[in-house]
Nanobody
Framework: QVQLVESGGGLVQPGGSLRLSCAAS????????WGWYRQAPGKERELVAV???????NYAGSVTGRFTISRDNAKNTVYLQMNSLKPEDTAVYLC?????????????WGQGTQVTVSS
């Protein structure tokens, strides 16, 4: 089992920055991948960024060059640094961890943190 707690969301003006944190407990040290997703009202949940156990990263095209995902293994925490924020980045941001258990992927989710980009 993995428990995830996100923090760092809030209201920011266009062009501003925020850093989201996702603190994990439980079996998170065995995670195969950590990810940040977001969901805006009336829209599908979408992958924003992912970092694998080996440290490889991948980003949605809409955030490439503006967002950076990173991981602090000692603190069992994953971060999402968001720069040059745009109104279209407004959404609930959710942390995700994937554990392979007997070869079967298990997804764990945090409760989400609201990011609002508005002047």
């Amino acid at each position: 089992q993995v428990q995830l707690v996100e923090s760092g969301g809030g209201l920011v003006q266009p062009g501003g920055s925020l850093r989201l944190s996702c603190a994990a407990s439980g079996s998170s040290s065995r995670a195969n991948a950590w990810g940040w997703y977001r969901q805006a009202p009336g829209k599908e949940r979408e992958l924003v960024a992912v970092i694998t156990r080996g440290g490889s990263t991948n980003y949605a095209g809409s955030v490439t060059g503006r967002f950076t995902i990173s991981r602090d293994n000692a603190k069992n925490t994953v971060y999402l640094q968001m720069n040059s924020l745009k109104p279209e980045d407004t959404a609930v941001y959710l942390c995700n961890v994937v554990l392979l258990i007997l070869g079967v992927p298990h997804n764990y989710w945090g409760q989400g943190t609201q990011v609002t980009v508005s002047s």
